[in-house]
């Protein structure tokens, strides 16, 4: 799944190429990836320029004039590329046709992934919206740190937990507490204030370094203009178990943790203080 840094990179190039530009035509090639009823969604979106495009979280938003507000989650496949030109695809979901001829296309091979248009500030009545935590890029390490500290759960699912820090998941969970020397199965109550203060500066770290270089490209993940990313080739223990850790030279192991696979070095990252 598309974490922050993704999601990150996709907003600013598609930002750069799409502003000011007019939605001119949209094709809806599979329903259940607009949650909204098609011809509300139609209505909202045919006509209107966009804005500004930027991320919350996991999500993808454009901003379009009118107050209009379009969410992009790309769950575990999808994609939005924007491009000159472009025939229909297999996996294409939906199209936007733009007023200078490019299209927008948002394509998602599993069908997980999902659009949907908010008018006014309906938005902020959503659910999903109203639980997400903190933006790790913006809110202190210390103010995070508090948030989890004294807590029993372990602090790869806390990491995980959309609610207490928006954005992160598997990978740069994973490296940002291999950094930080920790164990993903170490429960927060046991880990000393400063070393969390340590772990959420480590994940800052780790998030802006992913974004400064594209994102991380495992399966599906390009950015706006079809390109993969390259954090993967700065990977220190994500997905890879059995081999040797790049800083002590012990094997790597995996566990599950809040469900995820979870890689990290038995000899130097810690469990418990």
């Not at 259940?32 to 500004?52: I, K, M, T, Y």
């Not at 989650?73 to 472009?86: D, N, P, S, W, Y």
């Not at 390490?141 to 598997?170: F, H, Y």
């Not at 192991?253 to 203080?273: H, I, M």
Request: glycine letters at 8%.
């Amino acid at each position: 799944m598309p974490e922050l840094p993704e999601v990150e990179t996709i907003a600013r190039g598609l930002h750069r190429s799409l502003q000011g530009r007019r939605i001119e035509s949209v094709d809806v090639y599979w329903e259940g990836s607009v949650h909204n009823e098609q011809p509300e969604f139609l209505a909202r979106v045919q006509g209107r320029a966009v804005v500004r495009t930027h991320r919350r979280a996991k999500l993808l938003l454009m901003d379009l004039e009118g107050g209009i507000r379009l969410a992009f989650h790309l769950k575990m496949t999808g994609r939005v590329v924007h491009e000159a030109e472009r025939e229909r695809q297999p996996h294409d979901r939906v199209r936007f046709t733009l007023d200078n001829g490019s299209v927008l296309t948002f394509a998602d091979v599993r069908k997980f992934g999902y659009v949907r248009a908010f008018a006014d500030r309906e938005i902020e009545e959503w659910k999903f919206w109203r639980t997400l935590g903190p933006e790790p890029l913006e809110a202190s390490a210390e103010s995070l740190a508090e948030s989890v500290r004294g807590r029993a759960a372990r602090i790869k699912a806390l990491l995980l937990d959309q609610s207490v820090v928006a954005g992160v998941g598997n990978i740069y969970a994973d490296e940002s507490l291999f950094r930080a020397r920790l164990r993903p199965d170490c429960k927060a109550c046991c880990i000393p204030y400063d070393r969390l203060v340590e772990l959420f500066n480590h994940l800052k770290e780790v998030l802006e370094q992913a974004i400064a270089e594209n994102g991380s490209s495992i399966r599906d993940y390009v950015n706006a203009d079809g390109d993969a990313g390259a954090f993967q080739n700065s990977f220190n223990v994500y997905g890879k178990k059995g081999e040797s850790c790049p800083r002590c030279g012990c094997g790597l192991t995996a566990r599950k943790v809040a469900g995820r696979t979870s890689t990290f070095c038995p000899g130097c990252q810690e469990d418990a203080f």
